[in-house]
Structures are given as C-alpha cells and as structure tokens.
C-alpha cells in the first residue's frame, strides 16, 4: 500500500509542472536547499515494474508528456507509512548547519514539493552511483563544490558564522545548494556542499560577464587544407576531436534577447567552462560578515582563513571511461585518450576542446606551446646540421691536430694556471677538450648565430598571426573591451576606502590613494635588488669555488702517479667546470625556491587593481630574478671568464686573494657550452620529473589517507577533492619556465647548436606531460578568459632583442673565429695551409725569471720560458708584455663583425615584421563578415520585435476603441 498523501501530491505536482507558465521543470520547481544528507541519487531510484520508469529523471520525462499522470511509480506504492514517519522524525532532527539550508518561508507548493522530495530522498549513498555530477534529484549539475572539515579549535564558531553568513547570501543571489554530510564521505570528517547555478542566475550573470553565445551558424567556410595536408594525416586528430562543434556568428548574451539564441536546451546552453565561470565570479564577490569594520567577502579570503578547505568545479567524470547516463558526455575521458597519452606525441592538440573544458586562458597556453614546439624543430634542424658539418669537421681542424700533435703541441710549455701549486703543463694535455670545442666554434657558428636572429622574429611574427586568428576563433576580438570592468580583485575592493569616478563609465568604483602604495612599492623594490644581489654574491662564491678547487685538483693530479691514465679526459679545467656547474644548478634551484615565496607576498602587499596587474606585477619580479639566476653563471663564462686576467707575473686577483679564472687554450667557448647544457638540461629533466611525480604522490597519499568508510562513498566530488590543486598561478609558472627555456635557446644558442634540439625533445614531452597531469591529477581550474599570452609577449620581445647582441658578442668575444679570421687573412704566411701556425701565433711567451717569489712554483724546472694565451710583445721587446699590434687588430675585427651582424640581424628582423602583417587578411575578412551578420541579425531582431509590439499595441487599441463605441452607443440606446 501506498501513503495517499503522496500519490495525490504527485498527481497534483505533476500537473501543476506540467502546465507551468514555461511548460518546463525549471521554471516551476523550487530550490531544494534542504536535501537530507545520506540520501540516494535519483538516478538510481526505480522499480523493477515492467513498463515504468527506472529512474527519477525518465519518471520527470514521462510526467513532462503527460504519461505519468496515468501511473503511479512502484518506489512510491512501495513507501509506507511507517517510512514516512521516519523521513519525518529524521527531519526534525537536522543539525544546525544543514537546517540552515532550509526555506523558512516557502509557498505552499513549495512546501509540498519539499515534503514530496524529503520522502523520496532518503535512500543510502552508498547505493548512489559514485560518479554522479548531480545533486540527489538527478536533474540539477554541480556546477561548483565547496569542503570544510570539522573545526574543534577557538575559531571553530567563528568559522561556522562566516559559512553560514556567506551560504546563506550565496542562496539570496539564486544559487542552490545541497550539503553532504561528514558521515557520507569517505574519510568521515569533511563536509561538502555543492552548488548549482539555476537558468535565472546563468542568464543573468552571463549578461553581467558579456559573454558571447552562438546565434546563427556561420556561413564562413573553414581555412582550406593546404595541398601537402594529406602527407600530414597521421598528425591529424579525428574531426569530431578536432572541431567539436560547428563555428557560430555569435553576440553577447543578453535576457531581453534571449530568444534570437540558438537554446535548444537551457541545461546544455551554456558549456560547463562557463557556469563554472559564472559561478566563481559569484563566490569571489559574495560576502560573509563585517569584521573590524570593513566588509568581508570573497571565497579567497575563506579559503585563506581555513574556513573552506578547497572550491572547485568538478570533472566531467573518470578521466579513463566514459560516463554512462544520465552524465553528459566526459570530456575528461576525451581529452585524455587524445591529448594526454604520451603515445600520441606525435599528433596535433584538440585545442577547441581544450577551450570547451578548461577555458581559454588555459587554451592559449596550449596553442602557444604547441605553436613553440613546431617552431623550434626548423630551429632545431639547422642547429643539427650545423653540429654534425662539426662533427666531420672535426678531424680536419688543423688547429686542434696542432694542439694534439706531440711534436707541437707535446712541445709547448704553458705558464702555471695558478699560483705556487699549480706546475708548468704541455699544450698537448687539452688535446681532448680542442677537439670538442671544435663542435661548436667552426664556421658554421656565424651562419647558426645569424639564422636564430631571424628565426625568433618568424616565430614573434608569425605568432602575432596565430593569436589573432585564435581571437577569431575564440571570440576574444573585443575582450579587452568587455572585460575592462570586470577585473577588479576582491582584495583590492576590500582594502579601499575611497571611491572616485571613472571618466569612460561615468561610474564610482573603488580607488587606492599612490601615498597607500607607494611604501609597498619601494619594499618591492627594495627586496627584488637584494634578491637579485644574493644571486650575484652566490655567483662570486661560485667562482671562488672554482678557483679554489681548481688548484686543488691541479696539485692532485701532479702527485698522484695512478690518475695518469685520466688526466687527457678529466683534466683539470674539466673537472672544476663540471663540478662547478653542476653545484651552480643546485643553488640556483635553491634560490629558486625561496624566492617565490617571497614574491608572491610582496605582490599582494602591493594591492594591485585588477587579476592582471596582479600577473604582470608577480612577472616582472620573478622574471628578473630568474633571469639574473639563470642567466648569471652563462653571462659570467660568455663575457667575464679569461677576459681581465693579466698576464704571468701581473696576474689580477680577485679580493687580492684568488687570481683570475683563465680560458682554455681553445677558447673559453667549450665551457660556456658545459654551463649552458648542464643548466639547461638539468632544468628540464627536474622540471618535468617535479610537474609528473610530485602530485602523484600527493593524491595517492590522499586517497590513502581519505580511506576510513566504505570505498563506495567515495563520490565525485570527493575523487576530486583528493586531487591536487591547479592553483591561480599555475599557468604563470608553466609560461614562466617556456620564457626561461627560450632564453636559452636564443641568447646563447651560438655556443650551442643543439639547444634548439633539447629544447624540442622537451617541449615534446612537456605539452604531454602538462595535458596528463591536468586531466588526471589536478582538480579542474576555473574557467577563464584571455586573448593574449600577456606581458610575456613583451619579454619575449625584449630577449629576442637583447639575442642579437649576445650572439653577436659570443662570436666576436668567446669563440676563437674572429682570431682564427684574422690570422688567415692578415698574418698566415702559408700558401697551402693558411691556418698552419696559428697555435703558436696565439700564445705569448714570458720569461720564468720575471715571475715574482710568491707566486713561480714550488718545483723548480729547467724551462727558461713559458707560454700563455693572449697578444703580447716577448720579453726581449722593448715594450715587454705589452699588447702587441695584432692583439688591436683582434679587437677592431672583433668590434667590427659586432656592429656588422646586429646592423644585418635588425635590418633583416625589421624588413620581417614589416613585411608580415600582425593579422592575416582572411582573418580580418572574417571579423569583418561576422560582425556585418552580427548586426544584421540583432537589426532584423529589433525590428521584428518592434512590429510584433506595434502589432500587439494597434489590436489592443483597436480593441479599445470598439469598447468605447460601443459604451457610447449602449449609453445612446439606452437614452
């Protein structure tokens, strides 16, 4: 038997529904923000009779035509009384927090709809399907969720106001939310409350957004395969991966409008990136109490305060299968079975669907990395070819065969590399580490300096080109425009107690005094330059370790008879180098550490207006510091090492106590090389194992540690609490480590051919790595919204400037090809071999007897002289030690080829960007034939609406006037 108070109110409900002023479910049904905790999902609630409905949603689609009202379900015959009477009982007993969810006034529909769902609601979650995205009626989506545990400490029952404040002001903006209590999820002490964004509110707040929504489908076919595209099929993804949904003309969505979209369904109108989006902008504004007199609000500062534990939408689903019904399609399992699978590196990135799911700032990203990546493998091409004409080059390097050559180099004797313990050593002994210089300083070192010039305008260039035609695709051509007013920070809004009026909007809105700011700024200030000077105080550490370990090893290579076998490979310039390098990467990472802390504090301490002045505050600080961090160790070995050294006898030192680094005979290219592979690869490789590993095991020990109750009350929402959070800054770590990585693929590429290589290998992997651990280990980011890459298009184009003078310098100062140039044309006195005896044409002698006491060796030998490298007179000349005329000849060849390849490199880069426009001209055709359609369809709107109004007036005047006729004509009669 069934309770009749149900049955007629289903009845009854059911034909109210059904004849609602929209005819729908939405617009009739009231908030349900009292949903008992414990309950089962609609959606597997059902009875097993033949021809009724199985779940509560199919039950709503048969009363939605009318079929229901003929037939009872089975689960309500199935009820009795004495249930009843418990849902009741249990009612009654509500904690505090979940009656605070309930309507206090409620229509009498709405108290009846209330007392139909209590009844039907009380069924066990761990009978729910685990990976429902619905509230308990199966119908409305989570759009967003919210967890907190259990608080026994003082500010327990504060905590407990600003929740209860801040929920209950979230329901007066039309949001509905349902709670789950802390004995229904898996680790039995987190609350989690859901929230749903009904029609009302998604209507109204995309208005207040601007956000755009499709109204008619475009007529614009798409961009036409290029004749080689075929070649390219394995690349390609499937079109329905690809191009998800077809290309709309599309305006900005607005109620009194709302007829001329294309809303074929109001749940599925708006994507889930936007109703999360509109949902968070809710929370970041909603407020929760007056504290010290100033009004509270935002979920950021809850977050901070502990008072919530995490808010964030949620997944699709299970990221390795589809969801089953009534779930809508899992985009998750999509993007992870075409974009996270390192078995699909090799294949284009669905970056439409990549928008759809995570936004577009998100999406940017993607397309610039992947636009990056396809770049640097032309880059990485020429730097290939340019390695492997070294390679087979090498043997035939007739200056390293001098260098080996016993009878030449074997011969030579070179002056100490330090004082007192350092001994007198043969030129032969770096035959190893010529041969290896030769791969990077040949001739093809100019050409490899000079194409990277013009590669990274082709890349700048050509990527102004694809973000302009992403602002078509993406609708984000009037962004700036949109957005302008939308961006203002909470914290900002909460720290000011002046307002005053904007000149454009005519409206008040919140404003900081410059005398508020000002202090915060020199702070800022003030920190980065220490920061930035105790990376210049660990660099000269560095070089202290360098020189003090480099005396060390000299000495203990001498004595040690059993290292003759090693000393031609690791000698001592080897060892220190490698050494040395490997100790900077670790300080540098170090550093690294600390200093992000640190910046991301002062940053707010600084109160930036808007979320983009926020990140382009946060930018500059920590690009400046990384670039100082980075780049220093290179800079030092490119410009500085072996450059101020002196000469044997008047040898600088460094606070008068360590003399002067000193390059190898061959150049101090090969160890700039060594600084640039080890730092940059080192980067790399931690990078990708950090961004992999790291939340790994930071979900696994959660769900370890989450595991209390029954794994079947491990829900949705709570899979993904468990996750590792994505965090507001991480986009901007992830540009910031590709900007670092294109500094070292451009500033110093001369030196290192194969940096465009490595740096393709990784990006490769990286673009994988990134989509995996977004899809699989991190909570899904909120949505939002951005046209460009930002401020790190600005830096970009300031390093691909600072990248001509730094090669042209690397050429001209730290490789020998500029010496070697000049010996050929002005100095070589052979006919057939013009490089012949230029070894020996590079080393200067000094005469052992000149050096002073403290600093000859402790061993005496019978040599009377002694070489080093540089340009200086011997010591029978009359200006002995002083640089002789060929050493100005060097450096007005050097200066020359300086002012020669950057005039080239800016012409060249210049003719470049003026030649390729910064739009392409059918992308502008396109802006242009969609927003002439755009105001022909809301023309054709307006106008169509007018006329059906005038229509509307003249009939109800007509009706008027025949009223009054006949009034006047009864009145006659009647006379």
């Known amino acids: 038997m069934g309770d009749p108070d149900v049955l007629e109110m289903v009845q009854e409900e059911g034909e109210s529904w059904r004849s609602g002023a929209s005819g729908g479910w939405r617009s009739r049904a009231p908030r349900v923000d009292q949903a008992t905790p414990g309950a089962r999902t609609p959606g597997d609630v059902g009875g097993p009779a033949a021809g009724l409905p199985g779940t509560f949603a199919e039950w709503h689609a048969l009363r939605e035509t009318g079929s229901a009202r003929r037939t009872v379900p089975a689960w309500v015959e199935r009820r009795s009384s004495r249930e009843a009477d418990r849902c009741f009982e249990i009612a009654e007993d509500l904690s505090s927090k979940e009656s605070s969810f309930l309507i206090n006034e409620e229509p009498v529909s709405a108290k009846r709809y209330n007392l139909f769902l209590r009844r039907r609601l009380m069924f066990k979650k761990d009978e729910q399907s685990k990976d429902s995205i619905f509230f308990r009626d199966g119908i409305r989506q989570i759009d967003f969720v919210l967890s907190y545990v259990d608080d026994i400490k003082k500010e327990a029952e504060l905590k407990a106001m600003r929740r209860k404040e801040f929920e209950q002001n979230l329901r007066k903006t039309g949001l509905e939310l349902e709670i ?12 989690f409350v859901k ?4 029609w009302e509110v998604l209507v109204t707040y995309a208005e207040v957004l601007g956000i755009k929504m499709p109204i008619k489908e475009s007529d614009i076919p798409r961009v036409q395969r290029l004749p080689f595209s075929c070649v390219l099929g394995p690349l390609k993804l499937p079109k329905n991966v690809k191009h998800p949904h077809p290309e709309y003309f599309t305006a900005q969505f607005t109620r009194h409008r709302q007829e001329l979209f294309l809303i074929e369904n109001e749940s599925s109108f708006f994507p889930s990136s936007a109703r999360n989006r509109i949902v968070y902008y809710i929370l970041s504004r909603c407020p929760f109490g007056i504290e010290d007199g100033k009004k509270r609000f935002g979920i950021e500062r809850l977050l901070n305060s502990h008072t919530y534990s995490a808010a964030f939408p949620l997944h699709d689903g299970q990221y390795w299968k589809p969801s089953e019904p009534p779930n809508p399609v899992n985009e998750r399992y999509i993007l992870c079975q075409n974009w996270a699978r390192f078995s699909y590196f090799y294949k284009e990135q669905p970056f439409n669907l990549i928008r759809d799911y995570y936004g577009e700032k998100i999406g940017i990203y993607f397309v610039f990395l992947g636009f990056y990546t396809e770049m640097l493998f032309f880059a990485a091409i020429v730097g290939l070819v340019c390695f492997i004409y070294g390679l087979f080059s090498m043997h035939d390097n007739l200056s390293s065969t001098e260098i080996c050559d016993p009878e030449i180099g074997g011969q030579i004797i070179m002056c100490p590399l330090c004082d007192l313990m350092c001994d007198y050593w043969r030129l032969n002994s770096t035959c190893l580490a010529s041969k290896f210089s030769h791969l990077f300083d040949n001739e093809s070192t100019v050409f490899f300096a000079i194409f990277m010039g013009i590669w990274v305008t082709l890349f700048l260039e050509f990527w102004k080109q694809r973000q ?20 203002l920070r909470p914290e900002f809004e909460a720290m000011c107690t002046h307002r005053k009026m904007n000149p454009v909007t005519k409206e008040m809105e919140p404003y900081l005094p410059l005398c508020n700011s000002i202090p915060w700024y020199f702070l800022s200030g003030a920190t980065v330059t220490l920061w930035m000077s105790l990376v210049v105080a660990c660099m000269v550490a560095m070089i202290v370790y360098r020189l003090s370990v480099f005396a060390t090893f000299a000495s203990f290579m001498e004595s040690e008879a059993s290292l003759k076998q090693v000393k031609s490979v690791l000698t001592p310039q080897i060892t220190t180098s490698l050494t040395g390098s490997c100790l900077n990467f ?3 990472l170090i550093l690294n550490f600390f200093y992000e802390r640190i910046s991301a504090w002062i940053t707010k301490m600084e109160i930036p207006r808007t979320h983009q002045e926020y990140e382009s505050s946060l930018t500059l600080k920590m690009f400046l510091f990384q670039f100082v961090n980075f780049y220093s160790s290179c800079f030092y070995v490119a410009f500085f090492k072996g450059k101020f050294v002196g000469y044997p006898g008047k040898y600088t030192y460094l606070f008068n106590v ?10 101090c290219l090969i160890e700039l090389t060594t600084q640039l592979i080890i730092i940059m690869t080192g980067k790399q490789i931690f990078g990708n194992v950090k961004e992999a590993i790291y939340p790994l095991v930071l979900n696994w020990w959660r769900r370890r540690k989450a595991r209390t109750n029954s794994e079947k009350l491990y829900s949705r929402w709570e899979q993904d609490h468990d996750l590792e959070t994505f965090g507001s800054l991480g986009l901007f770590y992830e540009y910031l480590e590709t900007v670092i990585q294109f500094g070292f693929v451009t500033l110093f590429v001369a030196s290192f051919p194969l940096a465009p290589l490595l740096a393709l290998l990784n990006n490769i992997i990286e673009i994988r790595v990134d989509a995996w651990k977004l899809t699989t280990q991190y909570r899904r980011p909120v949505a939002a919204k951005a046209h460009s890459i930002g401020v790190w298009q600005d830096i970009l184009y300031g390093m691909a400037v600072l990248s001509v003078a730094t090669n042209a310098f690397i050429v001209a100062f730290t490789s020998d090809m500029i010496p070697r140039l000049v010996y050929y044309y002005a100095y070589s006195t052979e006919t057939m071999q013009p490089m012949k005896g230029y070894v020996n044409n590079s080393l200067s002698t000094f005469l052992i007897a000149d050096f002073p006491n403290y600093t000859v060796p402790s061993e005496k030998r019978d040599f009377t002289t002694c070489r080093y490298r540089d340009y ?3 010591p029978d000349h009359e200006d002995k030690y002083f640089h002789n005329m060929q050493y100005w000849h060097v450096l007005a060849a050097k200066m020359t080829f300086i002012i020669i390849m950057e005039h080239v490199v800016f012409l060249m880069k210049f003719l470049l960007a003026w030649m390729i426009p910064d739009v392409p001209k059918d992308v502008l055709e396109r802006i242009k034939r ?7 369809i809301l023309h054709d709107f307006e106008l169509n609406k007018l006329k ?8 109800e005047f007509a009706k008027h006037v025949i009223i009054q006729e006949n009034k006047v004509h009864l009145a006659k009669s009647s006379v």
Request: net charge negative; glycine share 2%; aromatic share 8%.
């Open 180 to 191: 789950e209590d802390k004995m229904n999820s898996e680790d039995g002490r987190t609350y």
């Open 195 to 198: 929230i749903h964004a009904p």
């Open 468 to 487: 302009a035609r992403l602002e078509y695709e993406w609708d984000l051509v009037d962004f700036e425009e949109e957005q302008q007013q939308l961006q």
């Open 586 to 588: 670790i300080v540098i």
């Open 658 to 667: 360590w003399r002067s680094e000193e390059c190898d005979p061959a150049g």
């Open 872 to 874: 200086r007179n011997p």
């Open 930 to 936: 969609e927003k002439l359609m755009t105001v022909k």
């Open 948 to 955: 059906e109004n005038l229509r509307i007036n003249s009939s």
